[in-house]
């Protein structure tokens, strides 16, 4: 019962450098998406996809790139990492309908 | 106004309380309620969806009352392992998933 996979659980990057954060999911789920969660808020939506070659910009999109070739990877890239970035990233998924969201276990990312 | 609004909390409750969480959302388009519970540093955790005719797992009972645009959790005989932050989601499905979040109300199960 893998779910969604997140890798890595944790990462520290200097300011200027550039990652890619892994998800991959094992449910066929269409649905993907990229959360961040910063102390005492809320999750916010940085980019999805409805499938296959599909993604989309949520609410804070600037600084993060994705790429949705396969149905099971979702990665996002952060090109320069800045300051801003340090934060909590949660990878979900989802099937289409009235289905629920089921997370990965967070990438806990520290730029300096 | 925002799209899913909930109670501000933090709640304080000792161990075997009955807490209810409330939570209304603004968008009458919305298809689909869940409640999540996220641990401190943790993945939110799906608790229960949410029906119309209202669900029952356990010591949890949601309900929704979509002419009020108002969903809710009830906890019985509250568990210290029931303390984290529950969360209110919603899925405004318009030709894809678009999944809004409540801010969360955080509770002490205290002993």
């Known amino acids: 019962n893998a779910g969604v996979t997140q890798t890595p659980k944790f990462q520290v990057l200097k300011t200027g450098q550039s990652m890619t954060l892994q998800c991959a999911q094992d449910m066929n789920h269409e649905y993907m998406s990229w959360y961040r969660q910063d102390p005492g808020m809320g999750l916010r939506l940085i980019h999805y996809?409805?499938?296959?070659?599909?993604?989309d910009q949520g609410e804070v999109p600037n600084g993060y790139n994705v790429s949705r070739s396969t149905t099971e990877d979702f990665p996002l890239r952060l090109l320069s990492a800045a300051p801003s970035q340090t934060s909590v990233y949660f990878c979900?998924?989802?099937?289409?309908?009235?289905?629920?969201?089921?997370f990965g276990n967070g990438t806990r990312l520290t730029v300096t | 106004r925002k799209e899913v609004e909930q109670d501000p909390g933090p709640f304080n409750v000792p161990e075997g309380a009955t807490v209810a969480f409330n939570c209304t959302y603004s968008?009458?388009?919305?298809?689909?309620f869940f409640w999540y519970r996220q641990d401190c540093r943790k993945e939110p955790k799906l608790l229960m969806s949410?029906?119309?005719s209202g669900n029952e797992d356990g010591r949890f009972t949601a309900q929704l009352n979509r002419a009020s645009q108002y969903i809710s959790l009830l906890i019985r005989d509250s568990k210290l392992s029931d303390s984290a932050t529950y969360l209110c989601?919603?899925?405004?499905?318009?030709?894809?998933?678009?999944?809004?979040f409540g801010p969360g109300t955080r509770l002490s199960v205290l002993p």
């Open positions: 996809s409805v499938g296959a070659g599909i993604t």
């Open positions: 968008n009458s388009a919305s298809q689909s």
């Open positions: 979900a998924s989802s099937s289409q309908g009235n289905s629920p969201l089921h």
């Open positions: 949410v029906y119309s």
């Open positions: 989601v919603v899925n405004i499905y318009n030709y894809g998933q678009n999944f809004v």
